[in-house]
């Protein structure tokens, strides 16, 4: 798999095969221009030679440095033109994927959203192995608003869509101190598992030589897929009203974990998530209570957060997981936001559910992000390593709970 990086400055796209065209034509530009120099140094020798042979190695004199010259501009505009070719080759192929489907059996879309929206049961039944659907999809759920849709549920009989107090209660962690995140890959590991009934957040202090305190908090998926909220504030009302701007249970149970384990407001955090996680992760670092210099979510449909100044924004998507595209419409590319893209790795075609969504894909596509050399991915985990100073980390794990409703929750693991 080859991952590409979007956003982040004047470098749009650049991946592994991007930098290998640009080597090749660099390579081809010297090779023309030291012939150039040859053939200059012969058409000196040859001044007295028949005209025939003069007027050719002029001919091949000019051809040559032309193209070095075009080699040389083909390098550039490779880059200047490869993000907006991409983005326009994935809609035109999304426009025409949903044209073809919709031709066909509209039932199999509406399952579709059912599964992943409503029904947890509907959601481990359905299989997303068809790529080519999961795409139409993601194009699809890209024009709608699919929170302001849903939003209006909670004027309707009954408790849809009703966010509740929320409470957090420490657990005991297996570990109570462990080395820092040395990179992507140890971020996905530590965002807590979505399960009923397990800790959703993970809190790490850091105590800087220097008497500054850093923090870390990771926020789990969605367990709770009802629209109906019971006690797990990790449910389908927080994933509503959070990718709608409100206060969502899950966002206000993180925060909470975060003062209950000593952090104060103005000291940084670095926010990280998953699914649902990720929605949290963006309304912390937006929140303007703590400096956030790095912001890291995985398979998050938070397209409408704008990372505030000084933070470099990290949004890592797989491009056959249709959860990205459900909070409706891509994120704008920024100088400071950057798009992690590639097909999920290590997903079969007879695996079931949402295979491309899960936190296990994700975290192989975060190891090959450590190996990479993109500059703007160096730079994320050089802010990364300097935020912990090398430092242990003081571990706590927290459990939300919403305070009012009686329902269980049922997991649809988020994962």
Same mark, same amino acid.
């Given at each position: 798999?080859? =991952?590409?990086?979007?956003? $982040?400055?004047?470098?749009?796209?650049?991946? *592994?095969?991007?930098?290998?065209?640009?080597?090749?034509?660099?390579?081809?530009?010297?090779?023309?221009?030291? =012939?150039?120099?040859? #053939?200059?140094?012969?058409?000196?020798?040859?001044?007295?030679?028949? @005209?025939?042979?003069? !007027?050719?190695? /002029?001919?091949?004199?000019? *051809?040559?440095?032309?193209?070095?010259? %075009?080699?040389?501009?083909?390098? !550039?505009?490779? *880059?200047?033109? &490869?993000? &907006?070719?991409?983005?326009?080759?994935?809609?035109?192929?999304?426009?025409?994927?949903?044209? &073809?489907?919709?031709?066909?059996?509209?039932?199999?879309?509406?399952?579709?959203?059912?599964?992943?929206? =409503? @029904?947890?049961?509907?959601?481990?039944a359905v299989g997303f192995s068809d790529a080519r659907f999961v795409t139409a999809l993601r194009g699809l759920a890209d024009s709608l608003n699919l929170p302001a849709l849903l939003l209006p549920v909670q004027a309707l009989p009954g408790a849809a869509l009703e966010e509740t107090p929320v409470t957090v209660i420490p657990v005991p962690a297996s570990a109570q101190r462990t080395a820092p995140p040395a990179g992507f890959a140890d971020l996905a590991r530590r965002i807590p598992e979505a399960k009923a009934g397990q800790p959703q957040v993970r809190v790490e202090k850091y105590e800087l030589p220097g008497g500054e305190n850093h923090w870390v908090v990771y926020s789990a998926g969605t367990i709770d897929w009802s629209l109906v909220p019971g006690t797990e504030p990790w449910d389908d009302t927080s994933n509503v009203v959070g990718l709608a701007g409100g206060s969502a249970g899950s966002t206000r149970a993180a925060m909470l974990a975060l003062k209950r384990a000593g952090w104060r407001p103005g000291?940084?955090?670095?926010?990280? $998530?998953?699914?649902?996680?990720?929605? #949290?992760?963006?309304? =912390?670092?937006?929140? $303007?209570?703590?400096?956030?210099?790095?912001?890291?979510?995985?398979?998050?449909?938070?397209?409408?957060?704008?990372?505030?100044? $000084?933070?470099?924004?990290?949004? #890592?998507?797989?491009?056959? %997981?249709?959860?990205?595209?459900?909070?409706? /419409?891509?994120?704008?590319?920024? %100088?400071?936001?950057?798009?992690?893209?590639?097909?999920?790795?290590?997903?079969?075609?007879? %695996?079931?559910?949402?295979?491309?969504?899960?936190? @296990? @894909?994700y975290e192989q596509t975060a190891t090959e992000m450590d190996a990479s050399t993109d500059p703007r991915l160096v730079r994320a985990r050089t802010t990364l390593a300097d935020f912990t100073g090398g430092q242990k980390a003081e571990v706590t794990l927290w459990r939300g709970e919403r305070v009012s409703g009686a329902r269980p929750a049922t997991s649809g693991g988020g994962r």
């Open positions: 798999m080859t =991952i590409e990086v979007s956003g $982040g400055g004047s470098v749009a796209v650049e991946t *592994e095969s991007m930098l290998s065209a640009q080597r090749e034509l660099r390579e081809l530009a010297a090779r023309a221009g030291a =012939i150039h120099e040859q #053939v200059a140094g012969a058409l000196g020798a040859a001044a007295l030679a028949i @005209s025939g042979a003069v !007027w050719a190695l /002029g001919l091949a004199q000019r *051809e040559l440095a032309g193209a070095g010259r %075009d080699a040389e501009t083909l390098a !550039w505009e490779l *880059e200047a033109a &490869a993000e &907006a070719y991409g983005w326009a080759e994935r809609a035109v192929g999304a426009q025409q994927l949903l044209a &073809a489907r919709l031709a066909g059996p509209v039932p199999e879309l509406l399952d579709v959203f059912l599964a992943v929206g =409503i @029904s947890a049961v509907q959601h481990e000291e940084p955090v670095v926010p990280v $998530g998953h699914s649902q996680g990720g929605i #949290v992760a963006g309304a =912390i670092a937006t929140s $303007g209570v703590a400096p956030a210099p790095l912001l890291v979510t995985f398979g998050s449909p938070a397209p409408r957060v704008s990372a505030p100044a $000084g933070t470099i924004d990290v949004a #890592v998507e797989h491009t056959d %997981d249709l959860v990205p595209a459900l909070g409706g /419409g891509p994120r704008p590319l920024t %100088d400071s936001r950057l798009l992690v893209r590639e097909a999920a790795p290590g997903v079969k075609p007879s %695996d079931p559910g949402v295979p491309a969504h899960h936190l @296990s @894909s």
